[in-house]
Every structure is written in C-alpha cells, then in structure tokens.
C-alpha cells in the first residue's frame, strides 16, 4: 500500500476505512495477538476469533453460545506480516444487510516497535459506521495489552464488560 492510499474517514463515511498504529512489540508477538482467540479477547470486546489461520480457511468471531459478531475467509495469510479476510458483521440485522467487506492487517517492523495498519475496505458507500466505529478501541486495547499487558477501559469494553464471562 503506498501513502496516496492511506486516508481515513473521520466522522463521515466511505468506501474505506484505514487505522495506522505503532505498538512497541515484535511482529511476532503482534501477530499472536491478532490470531490467538484467547489474547483477543482481552483487547476485544471480550469477543474471541477461532481458525486455523491458513489461506483459504474460515474464521468466526463472537461469545459462544451469547452472540455472534463475524464470520469470513482468510483469504491471505502471511505471518507475521499480513492477513487478508472477508468480513461478513453478524451482530444485528442492520449490519447484517450491509453484505461481505474486506479488512487487511499489515505489520512493518520499525525499529524495536512495530506498525500496524488496519484498512476496512470494500464497504458500501452508505456503509453503517458500526461496521467500523470499534476499531480504534479495539487497536487502543491491543496496543495497551502488548506493551504494558494490561486491559484498557473504552466505551466497547465497559459495554461489554461481562462479555469475557458468559462463554
């Protein structure tokens, strides 16, 4: 992705999203965090992702037997540098109606730390922001857990809260 690419939409809506953070973290380490249903947990919501991880596979993300947020396909997996997946929301009606979007995790090493960029792409013109409203809680919480390995409180978290204990 070149810098003519990058842009964010901020208090509008679009057709792409893109989050850029740095977390002072191996990729390695970053990486885990994406992928292990456990760790994502503590920075999402108390929502956990399941898979295998390899190209092609699906993934689902939610609170078992309490609600489902996500569904897709890996579609590429590049560890640690960059996933690729469908991303089909799951959490209400309206989102629902919205259809499949893509979003692309890149990790570039950076000195000792790492960037982190996240583009929710492939979304309706009219997308509905919840679709991508979450993600710099969501990006604030993983930052937070990989560099002090503490939980950080964020509207989606406090709402939430109780999340992690109905599984």
């Given at each position: 992705?070149?810098?003519e690419?990058?842009?964010?939409?901020?208090?509008?809506?679009?057709?792409?999203?893109?989050?850029e953070?740095?977390?002072?973290?191996t990729p390695?380490?970053l990486?885990?965090a994406?992928?292990?249903?456990?760790?994502?947990?503590?920075?999402?919501?108390?929502?956990?992702?399941s898979?295998?991880?390899?190209?092609?596979?699906?993934?689902?993300?939610?609170?078992p037997?309490?609600?489902?947020?996500a569904?897709?396909?890996?579609?590429e997996?590049?560890?640690p540098?960059?996933?690729?997946?469908?991303?089909?929301?799951l959490w209400?009606?309206?989102?629902?109606?919205?259809g499949?979007?893509?979003?692309?995790?890149e990790?570039?090493?950076?000195?000792?730390?790492?960037?982190?960029?996240?583009?929710?792409?492939?979304?309706?013109e009219?997308?509905?922001?919840?679709?991508f409203?979450?993600?710099p809680?969501i990006?604030?919480?993983?930052?937070?857990?990989?560099?002090?390995?503490?939980?950080?409180?964020?509207p989606?978290?406090?709402r939430?809260?109780?999340a992690a204990d109905?599984?």
């Amino acid at each position: 992705m070149n810098q003519e690419q990058l842009y964010t939409v901020v208090g509008g809506r679009g057709t792409m999203t893109v989050f850029e953070i740095y977390i002072k973290t191996t990729p390695e380490r970053l990486w885990e965090a994406i992928t292990d249903g456990e760790m994502r947990k503590k920075y999402s919501f108390g929502v956990g992702t399941s898979s295998d991880w390899t190209a092609g596979s699906e993934y689902r993300s939610g609170v078992p037997g309490v609600i489902d947020i996500a569904s897709g396909e890996n579609l590429e997996v590049d560890p640690p540098r960059r996933l690729v997946q469908s991303f089909k929301a799951l959490w209400s009606e309206d989102v629902e109606r919205e259809g499949t979007s893509r979003v692309t995790w890149e990790i570039e090493p950076v000195g000792d730390s790492c960037r982190l960029a996240v583009t929710h792409d492939q979304l309706g013109e009219t997308a509905n922001s919840e679709l991508f409203g979450g993600w710099p809680m969501i990006l604030s919480g993983l930052k937070t857990l990989l560099e002090t390995g503490e939980l950080l409180d964020t509207p989606g978290s406090l709402r939430y809260s109780g999340a992690a204990d109905w599984a």
